[in-house]
């Protein structure tokens, strides 16, 4: 296919993905409301258990819609992410050979399903853990001394949510990144298996840099990649076995020369 074509196919990927997004948008901040009360539910279960009348606040006329806005532009990527890949697939599947699109579907297939164990895992288990820690710092004040209580603002919160969703899943995109890269020859298994240490320093310095600033999301971050680069590790072994085996039935397969 001639370099123009290939533009104007490029073009009209953009284009459906571009429109999907469009449409997802819309029907998101429909449920905008919906989706934020999602997000918030963490934070309101914690809150019920403190007791008394909790609230969230927001200080300028236009924070709240412009939040929902987000909400709705974040949730539309989220669900239009599977078509989004699908339309990148059909735009590269065509210049592969079989083989090669056999080795590239299961990755494409992976990377929605790990973003969203990331997502999950960041949900159910690290925001009750981190927003109890935060809620400790709260006091009841006393003579001489003026209570400290949380009124979260609505865009704040939702900065921070979708901080933490992203950061868990791209770091949980790891095992592709790397298998990837193993199978290009980038990288190798016992490469990886030799600069361990290192990794387990970066996993600590990412989840620093990605998460706020406390010990509970950090750690809730850093452990996971450390088991998730173990992981890529056996991956990069299975590639190379693979990578292997098709070297030695080439040979086999060959017609002896004349």
Same mark, same amino acid.
């Given at each position: 296919?001639?370099?123009?074509?290939?533009?104007?196919?490029?073009?009209?990927? #953009? =284009? @459906?993905?571009? +429109?999907?997004?469009?449409?997802?948008? &819309?029907?998101?901040?429909?449920? !905008? $409301?919906?989706?934020?009360?999602?997000?918030?539910?963490?934070?309101?279960?914690?809150?019920?258990?403190?007791?008394?009348?909790?609230?969230?606040?927001?200080?300028?006329?236009?924070?709240?819609?412009?939040?929902?806005?987000?909400?709705?532009?974040?949730?539309?990527?989220?669900?239009?992410?599977?078509?989004?890949?699908?339309?990148?697939?059909?735009?590269?599947?065509?210049?592969?050979?079989?083989?090669?699109?056999?080795?590239?579907?299961?990755?494409?297939?992976?990377?929605?399903?790990?973003?969203?164990?990331?997502?999950? #895992? =960041? @949900?159910?288990? +690290?925001?009750?853990?981190?927003?109890? &820690?935060?809620?400790?710092?709260? !006091? $009841?004040?006393?003579?001489?001394?003026?209570?400290?209580?949380?009124?979260?603002?609505?865009?704040?919160?939702?900065?921070?949510?979708?901080?933490?969703?992203?950061?868990?899943?791209?770091?949980?995109?790891?095992?592709?990144?790397?298998?990837?890269?193993?199978?290009?020859?980038?990288?190798?298994?016992?490469?990886?298996?030799?600069?361990?240490?290192?990794?387990?320093?970066?996993?600590?310095?990412?989840?620093?840099?990605?998460?706020?600033?406390?010990?509970?999301?950090?750690?809730?971050?850093?452990?996971?990649?450390?088991? #998730?680069?173990?992981?890529? +590790?056996?991956?990069?072994?299975?590639?190379?076995?693979?990578?292997?085996?098709?070297?030695?039935?080439?040979?086999?397969?060959?017609?002896?020369?004349?």
């Amino acid at each position: 296919m001639p370099l123009l074509e290939h533009l104007v196919e490029l073009r009209r990927r #953009l =284009v @459906y993905s571009f +429109i999907a997004i469009i449409v997802l948008f &819309f029907i998101c901040y429909y449920f !905008s $409301a919906a989706i934020y009360a999602f997000l918030v539910q963490p934070l309101a279960d914690i809150l019920a258990t403190l007791g008394g009348d909790r609230r969230m606040i927001y200080t300028s006329l236009h924070e709240a819609f412009f939040t929902y806005i987000k909400v709705a532009f974040f949730a539309a990527l989220f669900i239009g992410f599977p078509f989004i890949a699908s339309q990148i697939w059909m735009f590269v599947a065509p210049g592969l050979y079989k083989h090669e699109k056999r080795a590239f579907l299961p990755f494409l297939v992976a990377t929605p399903i790990l973003f969203f164990i990331g997502g999950a #895992l =960041v @949900y159910y288990m +690290i925001f009750p853990l981190a927003w109890k &820690f935060f809620l400790g710092f709260e !006091s $009841a004040g006393g003579e001489g001394m003026l209570a400290i209580q949380l009124e979260a603002k609505v865009d704040q919160y939702l900065s921070l949510v979708m901080q933490l969703i992203f950061a868990f899943g791209l770091c949980f995109e790891l095992p592709v990144v790397m298998t990837l890269l193993a199978r290009a020859g980038m990288v190798s298994a016992a490469g990886m298996a030799a600069k361990r240490r290192y990794a387990i320093v970066l996993a600590f310095v990412a989840a620093a840099i990605l998460t706020p600033p406390d010990v509970i999301s950090q750690i809730g971050l850093a452990i996971p990649t450390i088991l #998730l680069y173990e992981v890529s +590790i056996l991956c990069a072994r299975m590639v190379e076995r693979s990578r292997k085996g098709d070297d030695e039935e080439e040979p086999a397969g060959a017609s002896p020369a004349s």
